[in-house]
């Protein structure tokens, strides 16, 4: 009954930005952490972002300095801010929320750098 839907994804060039969105429905993840993970083709998946209840956040090296995530309790939402987009950064992105080692993830939605 969990569900996390994302959006914002699509084709942009590099050097560009795009903004993805994660909505939650089914529970409030207000005290929980969310983030964002992203898995390129042919490669594992791998933690981008996440944000805590306090709104403290964390970040994968290669997208430091260049993505923000944030989230709006109120909405239940979680977003991840892409500036300075590279090639490297195709990916499908996920959404997750996490309670206490229990997992909730969103389907995906493609993030495609190139030019």
């Known amino acids: 009954q969990v569900q996390l839907v994302e959006s914002g994804g699509g084709l942009v060039q590099p050097g560009g930005s795009l903004r993805l969105s994660c909505a939650a429905s089914g529970r409030t993840f207000s005290n929980n952490l969310m983030g964002w993970y992203r898995q390129a083709p042919g490669k594992q998946r791998e933690l981008v972002a996440f944000i805590t209840g306090y709104g403290s956040t964390n970040y994968a090296d290669s997208v430091k300095d260049r993505f923000t995530i944030s989230r709006d309790k109120a909405k239940n939402t979680v977003s991840l801010q892409m500036n300075s987009l590279k090639p490297e950064d195709t990916a499908v992105y996920y959404c997750?929320?996490?309670?206490?080692?229990?997992?909730?993830w969103g389907k995906g939605t493609l993030v495609t750098v190139s030019s």
């Open positions: 997750n929320a996490n309670d206490y080692g229990m997992n909730y």
